[in-house]
């Protein structure tokens, strides 16, 4: 099948996460890929979860690891329905492009990848080839990280990884991490005719927010060569439960972008002293922080092997990205891993996302390559 009729049953499948609902998705594909009847060839489901699961593709010899292709069935929400010129869940192909949720973030690379895999048919592979398709990846990786606890994919299953997120075909050596904090201020509720007698919990957050810029500022003083700094913004606030009562709650989520020279210690410390001087100034104000997400940075270097390998075959050099992606998570468990797939991040999590279809076709060639070049 042509990767663009691929991803047109992907995109019916509603993988929206949360609550995910991947494993009906994992199972067409897994049928797909039986179907294709490849030599050696081996899959497995790994549900985690009621209606959730991951799928875990091999082929060819077991004791010989060789290379990983990976990208996530999930999506996030379409929203507003009203904002798509068609539905979000019945593709459409207009002027060359293919429209729906998760066309580029990234049931394209998916398909892409899942397209490639003919061309091992009636082939004898020297290293095995693993198709790792994941669940929850807009939800804190979860499935990959449930995957990785339960023992059902680790380092010795692959000497290098691609993950097909959508990055117009560039080849993504490095990216930064990501940590999330849920700041949350607890204050005195009273009336709002008389707010001298409470502790308003919004207006000391909004003051907290502002005391961040010295934060930013002395993140920007360190710079990464290939990454630049880590910046952070305030993502997410609610407070407030009536137009006349001061608030006496505040909750506020940050989102942190990290090069490999801060860990998330490092934001902590400078958030709890900003906290430390709000309190001070405010008595009787509480506050408490919670890192609930966090995820390595990705930082292979020009000259890594594999980097240069993927360079060869392809004949384009690697670059990097500000977004982040599972390719750290492999890396970190030891599979040096690169992020190369069709279709834009601009049109992540977005109304009328699409993919080209020549990217897309361009994109299974590549996969095709690479094949060839790490097991063939």
């Not at 979860?49 to 991951?54: D, L």
């Amino acid at each position: 099948m042509r990767p663009e009729e691929i991803l047109t049953g992907l995109i019916r499948f509603r993988t929206e996460a949360p609550p995910g609902n991947e494993e009906a998705c994992a199972k067409y594909i897994a049928d797909y890929v039986n179907d294709l009847r490849l030599d050696d060839c081996e899959c497995k489901i790994h549900k985690f979860a009621p209606r959730r699961a991951n799928l875990v593709v091999r082929i060819g010899p077991r004791n010989a690891p060789g290379l990983l292709l990976s990208g996530h069935i999930d999506t996030v929400p379409a929203g507003d329905t009203n904002l798509w010129v068609s539905d979000p869940f019945e593709p459409s192909i207009r002027d060359g492009k293919m429209f729906g949720r998760g066309a580029a973030d990234m049931k394209g690379g998916l398909a892409a990848m899942l397209s490639s895999l003919e061309s091992v048919k009636k082939r004898k592979l020297r290293r095995m080839l693993v198709l790792v398709a994941t669940a929850g990846e807009e939800i804190k990786f979860d499935g990959l990280q449930m995957l990785l606890k339960s023992g059902g994919l680790d380092k010795k299953d692959a000497l290098h990884g691609i993950v097909g997120e959508p990055s117009n075909l560039e080849i993504i050596r490095a990216h930064k991490g990501g940590t999330l904090f849920e700041v949350s201020f607890h204050g005195r509720s009273a009336h709002a005719s008389r707010p001298e007698l409470g502790i308003n919990a919004i207006e000391c957050a909004s003051r907290f927010v502002t005391d961040l810029e010295t934060v930013k500022e002395e993140l920007a003083l360190v710079h990464h060569p290939d990454l630049g700094s880590t910046v952070l913004a305030v993502t997410l606030i609610r407070g407030g439960i009536k137009m006349n009562i001061i608030p006496d709650k505040c909750v506020l989520t940050i989102d942190c972008r990290r090069i490999p020279f801060h860990s998330p210690e490092n934001i902590w410390d400078s958030i709890q002293r900003n906290l430390r001087r709000l309190r001070d100034a405010n008595p009787g104000l509480s506050t408490s922080v919670r890192m609930t997400f966090s995820s390595v940075p990705l930082s292979l270097p020009e000259n890594h092997e594999f980097v240069r390998m993927v360079e060869r075959i392809l004949n384009k050099k690697s670059t990097v990205a500000p977004f982040g992606t599972e390719a750290s998570i492999y890396c970190q468990i030891g599979i040096p891993t690169l992020v190369l797939g069709p279709g834009s991040i601009e049109q992540a999590h977005v109304p009328n996302e699409f993919v080209d279809i020549i990217q897309l076709k361009k994109a299974a060639t590549m996969y095709r390559q690479l094949i060839r070049g790490a097991c063939s």
